[in-house]
């Protein structure tokens, strides 16, 4: 076997279709940092291959150099990239990260993540095979090959590997139990191109014996290694991620480390999990006898997921609940701090089997600050649970095609019970307050069109509404819902804000800016209520998604197609507007990330079918109280 055999094969496009240079798969990634992409993926994939019989996984993530010359195929990488540059343009999306690409291809050095783990089976079936996880991780999609329990479901989380790597390439060297050869794999990221010969190529190429026609050829390697790389001594895999795109922001893996902390805790401290890490200049190990260690000297990690470590330390309340099965909970209350100050409620961490985190579940109303951590360990409600789970399993939906709103009520609510129990909430009872309600306007309930009630009758409605966030000053949780509110922005708008046929009419005006903010007839004793409008949206907002997220709905009774687009802000005390930092955004039924304008603080245009509705999960960067105003035109 000659290494100079093998090298990126892109396949003849022939009569399919032309692709682009964004692989569709790392999108569903994209909304999250790169260090918890890849901790989450490499990890939940280690954690399904365990051997049986074996005590922890071992996990180890390694940064090092390696020379652009050592890389296997990098020749033909390199054309196939220069032809890449040559279909995209200098106008299309992608084409910045095409000539990153190349740019890195001619530098003397790149960075290489290695992630090895042990205890683990390797990459079973082979190349050519229907079915294994060589062939899932290297070219299928939408193919998965995890057994029962598992943690994955998409077989998607390959793309994470090119999604975090300057030169869209990743590479796997794995080693199967009854062989005594190490195999290697590897796969690119381009976009679609024509090759010297002028044919049509694929954006995928898969690293292969060039000598076999029709079929894929990975290498087998023993003792003398492939390249610069040396056979793996015992079985599992290795990840291998070509010019790592946070290697210089993290050189000793601190983030890594503070990412393993977050999502697997509860697996490391039971001991199934173990992870070392080796940067520049520094080492560290994660198992469950450094853990405590860990969260003492890393302040931030400390005090975020410090609670949820001590929570542990309790006793479990056990329930069986319908179609789920036994569930356990623990619920932790957060003492003062030592300076008098209440803690913020850090919520419940979601997770099932796998024991890494799926999101936070939020509650409101509740007198004390908290942190729990909810647990489904059992095989039938572990399966139930990661189907309403998307691509990147982090969250349980409740509506969309994989939604099962009853399923997630099931959860929600046994939690807030058990909340209500520990932390002594009560319900007030009632209080009868003689003509009382002469007093009060009249309210009715009335559904909407997405099944949400809100309260009609003599109620102010305004053109904006406030989103609020956990934070030192605001407790408030998710179970408190703002009713739908009006944001009528007729097309004509005028700069100032006001319609050009008010600003054209002041009396007009005036009665308009009166009826806005609730000012009936004089003497009327009630406020005037506005309506919506032929080309009005409806929106409402709540804290709930995650950990620093808000949830907006909007909502599209008419029967014209609108498109709008979301900008948050808060207020600096002195009246003035500063627009907040947005992390990222997800479609909430769908799961599908949702563009951030390049501006900070909004997202980029938003279409919403007539008579539909739109709901989306902004996660800020900080913990923040906002508030909302809308941009409307027809789409």
């Not at 009853?406 to 909430?425: N, P, T, W, Y």
Request: charged share 25%.
């Amino acid at each position: 076997m000659f290494e100079a055999d093998f090298g990126y094969y892109f396949e003849e496009v022939g009569r399919g279709v032309n692709e682009g240079a964004q692989d569709p798969r790392a999108e569903h990634f994209s909304g999250a940092d790169i260090e918890d992409a890849v901790v989450r993926e490499v990890i939940q994939n280690s954690l399904d291959a365990r051997r049986s019989g074996v005590g922890a996984v071992e996990v180890e993530f390694e940064l090092d150099q390696m020379p652009v010359e050592r890389l296997p195929g990098v020749d033909g990488l390199r054309r196939a990239a220069g032809s890449s540059a040559n279909a995209v343009g200098d106008d299309t999306e992608g084409a910045k990260r095409i000539r990153a690409i190349i740019e890195r291809l001619r530098a003397p050095s790149i960075s290489v993540l290695r992630v090895s783990d042990y205890g683990t089976t390797g990459l079973e079936g082979e190349e050519n095979s229907k079915s294994g996880g060589l062939q899932a991780l290297t070219r299928s999609s939408g193919v998965s090959s995890s057994g029962g329990g598992r943690g994955g479901s998409f077989g998607i989380g390959a793309a994470v590997g090119v999604m975090a790597s300057g030169i869209g390439t990743v590479g796997y060297l794995t080693r199967r139990a009854g062989e005594d050869e190490t195999v290697y794999a590897s796969w690119a990221q381009l976009t679609g191109h024509l090759d010297e010969a002028g044919k049509h190529r694929r954006a995928r190429g898969i690293f292969t014996n060039a000598q076999v026609r029709d079929k894929l050829s990975y290498p087998r390697f023993g003792a003398n290694g492939f390249g610069p790389f040396a056979p793996r001594t015992e079985l599992g895999t290795s990840v291998l991620i070509f010019d790592y795109l946070s290697a210089a922001e993290d050189p000793r893996l601190t983030a890594i480390r503070r990412s393993v902390v977050r999502n697997f805790l509860v697996a490391i401290l039971e001991g199934d999990l173990v992870v070392t890490g080796r940067g520049v200049g520094g080492e560290w190990r994660l198992d469950s006898t450094t853990l405590d260690a860990t969260l003492q000297q890393d302040a931030e990690l400390g005090e975020r997921i410090g609670p949820f470590r001590r929570a542990m330390e309790l006793e479990p309340i056990l329930r069986t609940l319908p179609r789920i099965g036994e569930v356990e909970l623990r619920i932790l209350e957060l003492d003062p701090r030592p300076d008098g100050s209440v803690p913020r409620t850090l919520d419940t961490m979601l997770m099932r089997r796998p024991r890494m985190l799926i999101d936070f579940m939020k509650h409101r109303g509740l007198p004390k600050p908290y942190a729990a951590v909810f647990i489904c360990r059992n095989e039938e409600g572990n399966e139930l649970l990661r189907g309403l789970e998307g691509p990147s399993h982090d969250g349980w939906k409740s509506r969309g095609v994989r939604g099962d709103s009853r399923l997630v009520s099931i959860v929600r609510d046994f939690i807030k019970d058990e909340l209500r129990d520990a932390l002594g909430f009560r319900a007030s009872g009632s209080l009868d307050v003689e003509n009382l309600a002469k007093m009060l306007p009249t309210l009715e309930r009335q559904e909407t069109s997405d099944g949400l009630f809100v309260d009609s009758g003599s109620a102010s409605q305004s053109t904006e509404t406030w989103g609020t966030r956990p934070s030192a000053v605001n407790q408030r949780g998710a179970d408190e819902v703002q009713g739908p509110k009006p944001i009528p922005v007729p097309p004509d708008r005028a700069k100032s804000g006001v319609p050009k046929s008010s600003a054209e009419d002041p009396e007009k005006s005036k009665e308009e800016e009166r009826a806005q903010v609730g000012d009936g007839p004089s003497g009327s004793g009630s406020p005037v209520v506005e309506t919506p409008t032929a080309d009005s949206l409806e929106i409402r907002s709540f804290a709930g998604g995650g950990a620093d997220a808000i949830t907006i709905v909007v909502r599209n009774p008419t029967e014209q197609n609108l498109s709008c687009e979301l900008v948050l802000y808060s207020l600096d005390g002195n009246g003035g507007r500063v627009l907040v930092s947005i992390a990222r955004a997800h479609d909430a039924d769908s799961g599908d990330p949702v563009a951030v304008s390049r501006r900070q603080g909004g997202l980029a245009t938003m279409d919403v079918p007539a008579r539909s509705r739109r709901r989306v999960v902004v996660v800020l960067r900080e913990g923040a109280q906002v508030k909302l105003e809308v941009q409307q035109r027809a789409a």
